[in-house]
């Protein structure tokens, strides 16, 4: 587990859970909410009392040393031990950190069942985990600190396909499915980003049995997107074919798949379905002097 720096939520002051604690001497060198979370580390993992931290130049703490940030919320990450591995990679404390960056400059916070559309294999190597789901963390409790309680959120790395279908349905379908997947996952959610395979080319019958399914009965809980926009000059030739203005200019727009087509398509008839009976009574008009008037009911 990696841990990012910590988070507390807006609220008035409380007194700290007990529980495992620092040594006097050392306890007055942490933030108060820093020490809090120390203590649930504490706990789950007794034998490290000094585990291995990693921090950047530039910090992003969830829990300023002075007061809330207002967040409160501190992100984990369970990662599969690669062979031969002697030492934790630290990659992992550099992603939080950009995602801890997106918090702080957005102002946008992250709950459980969010997802994160990264693009991007999260170890900048070549691996088919390049987008992250997020989920209660099965181990570290809530704690209370000064300012508020702090919940722990875990990182879940995963694949293109199992976004999309995170998207179309929602993103806690698809965590329950990694959990039933060891390899993908299991019931700790642990990410292997040396996996080579979706939990659907795993496993066919998720996709029919259980997300189309899914679709169908409870729809997408998706409910805003984030778009970057920019103005660009079309009169100049695309660079590439990954330049935007190859979409308006390229002699092969990019289409939708189609799969997305045809679910477009169904959610416009079942649309025009329920839309199919008048809400209002019919307007009856009658013309005067080249004129439309409208006559009351």
């Not at 008035?12 to 007990?18: G, K, L, M, V």
């Not at 929602?170 to 329950?176: P, R, S």
């Not at 496993?203 to 997408?220: A, F, Y």
Request: charged residues 20%; glycine residues 8%; contains cysteine.
């Amino acid at each position: 587990m990696a841990e990012l720096r910590p988070s507390v939520a807006p609220g008035p002051a409380a007194p700290p859970a007990p529980g495992p604690s620092a040594p006097p001497a050392f306890a007055s060198l942490f933030p108060p909410g820093l020490h809090a979370i120390y203590g649930e580390c504490r706990r789950l993992y007794p034998d490290q009392p000094n585990p291995l931290q990693v921090t950047a130049i530039v910090k992003y703490w969830f829990t300023g040393t002075d007061g809330p940030s207002g967040f409160g919320f501190e992100l984990t990450f369970r990662l599969k031990r690669e062979t031969g591995e002697s030492a934790p990679p630290t990659w992992p404390a550099e992603l939080m950190q950009g995602l801890a960056r997106y918090v702080f400059q957005s102002e946008n916070t992250f709950c459980s069942g969010d997802h994160v559309s990264w693009h991007s294999p999260l170890d900048n190597s070549e691996s088919r985990i390049q987008h992250m789901l997020l989920t209660e963390d099965p181990q570290m409790q809530p704690v209370q600190t000064p300012f508020g309680v702090v919940t722990f959120l875990q990182i879940v790395g995963v694949c293109t396909e199992e976004l999309h279908s995170a998207q179309q349905w929602n993103g806690q379908g698809i965590l329950e499915l990694l959990r039933t997947v060891p390899v993908a996952g299991g019931p700790w959610l642990i990410t292997d980003m040396r996996r080579g395979e979706t939990i659907f080319e795993i496993d066919p019958h998720l996709q029919q049995e259980r997300v189309d399914k899914g679709i169908e009965t409870d729809g997408s809980n998706l409910s805003g997107v984030s778009a970057k926009c920019a103005w660009d000059d079309l009169s100049r030739p695309p660079e590439d074919d990954e330049d935007s203005r190859s979409i308006c200019i390229g002699t092969q727009p990019r289409r939708l798949s189609g799969k997305d087509t045809e679910q477009i398509r169904e959610t416009l008839r079942r649309g025009l379905e329920i839309n199919s009976k008048p809400v209002l009574p019919p307007i009856n008009t009658q013309r005067q002097n080249g004129l439309t008037h409208d006559r009351p009911p």
